[in-house]
């Protein structure tokens, strides 16, 4: 019986996890497993938005592959997935083709911009480690240009940020952290700068406990950020913005706006004509696309009901990183013929920092974390997931000890 070709498309953290897992469990004779990716590192998406604010450098997000991948047992090809095509189990790529036998599909996601005009031009996003460092420089470009020209421009000093989720609110935490240090290095009173938050929703963190919401806009309205709730984008300028609230349209002059109010599956998936739900696929309890019994779905691109809810689970690392298990215990289980298990979420809790010193959570039999306790929480949090992915050696290199400041 001839190898069969296992084929994880994309290195993010359900892509990444189900790779390392099948390296443990497969050995170089049960399989080829080949891992496809753009970028020949696999970077923590939930530290972007540092890396954007820059209060932490991108190499700390960066993981080389090869650091936790061993490259004896898996096949790396960095190259960019262009099309998928399931009726001929094969994969095109910019320079090349693959087949596969069993295929994971962990391609991440894409900013889902609904149609606003002008923010495709205008806005940046969250998307990645070359989006997030770009968004740092254009910040500090602005501000060291600010005392450049002879009139003054303000829109230079206006930073908007679209969306109050948590993306959003993660990312003006580190802002508030931020500000003050570039205005000292570029000599701007920090009076002047504006942080402004727009939310469509009546309040920021919508799902989060209300008195999470409030400890955590106080703690940022505390540090300039400026929140406006119930208000919707209507038009993104290359200098500033337009929100409608209660029937008025307000216009904010700004050089920098920043959209984080919502994500998509890549839209590779819904043009390779697997069914989808509003762009991603909704699996099977086995994680396996609907029709095709060689097709595993993980990450931001699948979609689980949550049975509680009737709600879809949100696209966090966490469940990313739990349908690894699953998806990794399935794709050996088909390649030798087992019976396959069904993906159980068990949402352990959820943690948003507010900047590098404060934070809120919910653990634990909703157990409430404020401020410090919930800022170490989120440490812990982060620093487990990279003991699972690379053990010591890579905790020891990336990750977050910085629990007393």
Request: charged share 25%; glycine share 10%; net charge neutral.
């Amino acid at each position: 019986m001839k190898k069969p070709n296992i084929v994880i498309l994309g290195a993010g953290y359900g892509g990444i996890m189900t790779t390392v897992k099948l390296q443990k469990s497969m050995g170089v004779n049960d399989a080829n497993i080949t891992l496809v990716n753009k970028n020949d590192y696999h970077y923590q998406t939930t530290w972007l938005h540092e890396n954007a604010a820059g209060t932490l450098h991108h190499d700390r997000t960066r993981i080389p592959i090869k650091d936790v991948v061993n490259m004896s047992k898996i096949n790396f090809v960095q190259d960019t997935v262009t099309a998928i095509k399931p009726d001929e189990k094969k994969v095109k790529l910019e320079n090349s083709e693959l087949s596969y036998d069993i295929l994971v599909i962990g391609l991440g996601f894409e900013a889902a911009t609904f149609g606003i005009p002008g923010l495709i031009e205008n806005a940046f996003t969250i998307g990645d480690i070359n989006s997030s460092r770009l968004i740092r420089e254009h910040i500090e470009y602005n501000f060291a240009m600010y005392h450049n020209e002879k009139e003054k421009n303000q829109a230079r000093l206006n930073i908007v940020v679209g969306g109050g989720g948590f993306t959003g609110i993660e990312f003006v935490g580190e802002l508030a952290n931020r500000i003050p240090e570039l205005c000292k290095e570029y000599d701007i009173d920090k009076s002047l700068v504006r942080i402004i938050n727009v939310e469509g929703a009546p309040t920021v963190l919508p799902g989060f406990d209300p008195q999470l919401v409030e400890y955590a806009m106080n703690s940022l309205e505390s540090r300039g950020v400026e929140f406006v709730t119930g208000a919707m984008l209507k038009d993104c300028k290359p200098d500033s913005i337009v929100y409608e609230k209660d029937g008025k349209q307000v216009e904010v002059p700004t050089l920098t706006t920043v959209w984080a109010a919502g994500v998509r599956a890549n839209s590779i998936v819904e043009k390779s004509g697997i069914e989808t739900n509003r762009g991603k696929v909704e699996v099977r309890n086995d994680m396996r696309a609907p029709g095709y019994d060689d097709i595993f779905v993980i990450g931001d691109c699948a979609l689980i009901m949550n049975p509680e809810n009737g709600r879809p689970y949100p696209p966090t690392a966490q469940i990313a990183i739990q349908e690894s298990y699953t998806v990794a215990h399935n794709v050996k289980a088909l390649a030798e013929g087992h019976e396959l298990e069904g993906f159980e979420a068990k949402i352990l809790g959820t943690v948003a920092s507010l900047g590098h010193t404060d934070a809120i959570g919910v653990v634990l039999n909703d157990r409430k974390l404020f401020g410090w306790k919930a800022t170490v929480m989120k440490k812990v949090i982060d620093n487990r997931y990279l003991l699972k992915l690379g053990g010591l050696g890579l905790l020891l290199k990336k990750g977050k000890f910085n629990i007393f400041y």
